[in-house]
């Protein structure tokens, strides 16, 4: 059984898209108060921890981390190369801070560019496997939106993407196993969007971009 701590900035356009598609695929998978005979979770196994919107800020997220021992952090928001930002891009983490206390997690941050240099000094500070993206995540939506955020007819094939390492991790696959299922994914979803070559480079540069322990920014055998 692993913990987990979601992040969600929840506070524009671009990190509403990204938590509406995490609610749906991700966390309403956890165990919760209804009963079986409405839902049957995906992950019964797993307790998770969700800090969203206004609660997506420091020190709300290092005090629990402080306060419970975190097997797993997936994290959607704003970034840059050495920064990852919560609640109305309200400072998370900075690669230059001392992160020995996060020791043990494995780390998933969906937001541009955190790759570049947070992802590699996590690692260097003892987290186990770290997955980003080096250069800026974007997606193609619909205009106007959908009420339903995760009805979006174009957006869905960025974001689900990406849900599919939090899908993977939480399923117990090693590192292969997860950036084999993305790497599936991309190809089965270019080939897909063969009619649209905007989209299909859009695509490409998230797939591209993507950097985890397969590619030495952790241990590619840790599991939770």
């Known amino acids: 059984m692993a913990h987990v701590l979601g992040i969600d900035a929840d506070c524009d356009l671009f990190t509403r898209y990204i938590t509406a598609f995490r609610e749906k695929l991700i966390f309403s998978n956890f165990s919760s108060w209804l009963p079986a005979f409405f839902r049957t979770p995906k992950w019964p196994q797993h307790s998770h921890h969700h800090l969203k919107g206004k609660t997506a800020t420091q020190p709300q997220v290092d005090n629990y981390l402080a306060a419970h021992k975190v097997d797993y952090i997936t994290g959607g928001g704003h970034g840059v190369a050495d920064i990852f930002t919560g609640f109305n891009r309200s400072l998370i983490w900075k690669a230059d801070q001392n992160f020995t206390y996060l020791q043990g997690p494995i780390v998933h941050l969906l937001s541009c560019q955190t790759g570049a240099a947070l992802g590699q000094q996590m690692v260097r500070n003892g987290?186990?496997?770290?997955?980003g993206y080096?250069?800026?995540?974007r997606f193609y939506f619909d205009d106007p939106q959908p009420r339903d955020l995760t009805q979006d007819s174009l957006a869905h094939f960025f974001i689900e993407m990406d849900c599919l390492i939090d899908t993977e991790?939480?399923?117990g696959s090693t590192a292969d196993q997860v950036y084999a299922a993305v790497t599936n994914y991309f190809a089965t979803t270019f080939?897909?969007?063969?009619?649209?070559?905007?989209?299909?480079?859009?695509?490409l540069q998230n797939y591209r971009h993507l950097v985890s322990p397969v590619t030495n920014y952790g241990d590619a055998a840790q599991t939770i």
Do not use: E, G
């Open 127 to 131: 987290v186990r496997a770290f997955w």
């Open 134 to 137: 080096t250069a800026k995540f």
């Open 169 to 171: 991790i939480l399923n």
């Open 191 to 203: 080939n897909k969007l063969s009619n649209d070559p905007y989209s299909q480079s859009l695509l």
